[in-house]
């Protein structure tokens, strides 16, 4: 299976991107988490994203706040799929971050989930590595019936103490 490669702009976004690996671990998909900022190292940014795809990954999450560049740099510098999540900055509670990674000119695409949307980054990276890994697909599968049980067993709960 492919790897999932995870850069953060700064370790301030290790919580969001905790939520990230925690979602790829239960899902056994393998991951590597680096820090690589697009302004103060962007060499080592450019790099890792041009060799990424002969290193083994398939998807590459890029968490950053503020300019949120980051994602954006990445996608420059490589083919394979690439998701911004636009992190939470003390300023503009991360809606420049969410513009930042969404307004990627025509020819370098990069998918956008919410601010701090860790979860759903790794949830899309998955998708994009289940399109040729049928056991993957299964997990996903497995995984939305379970959360739609949960929900279900909730309003089970909440009907029994509300609705008389």
Same mark, same amino acid.
């Given at each position: ?60 999450? =890029? ?12 996608? =420059? ?59 993957? =697909? ?18 089970? =709960? ?7």
């Amino acid at each position: 299976m492919k790897k999932v490669g995870i850069i953060m702009g700064s370790d301030s976004d290790l919580p969001i991107i905790r939520k990230a690996t925690d979602t790829l671990t239960s899902l056994d998909i393998p991951f590597e988490v680096h820090i690589y900022s697009a302004h103060r190292t962007p060499e080592e940014a450019k790099v890792f994203a041009e060799t990424a795809k002969e290193n083994g990954f398939g998807v590459l999450i =890029a968490a950053a706040g503020m300019a949120a560049h980051l994602a954006g740099a990445i996608a =420059a510098n490589t083919t394979l799929p690439v998701i911004g999540i636009p992190c939470k900055s003390q300023n503009l509670d991360g809606i420049d971050a969410l513009l930042s990674t969404v307004q990627m000119p025509s020819g370098i695409p990069v998918a956008t989930v919410a601010i701090n949307g860790g979860v759903n980054a790794a949830l899309l990276s998955a998708e994009i590595l289940a399109l040729s890994d049928e056991a993957l =697909a299964e997990k996903l599968q497995n995984k939305r019936k379970d959360d739609a049980k949960k929900v279900l067993e909730k309003d089970a =709960a909440l009907q029994k103490e509300f609705n008389r």
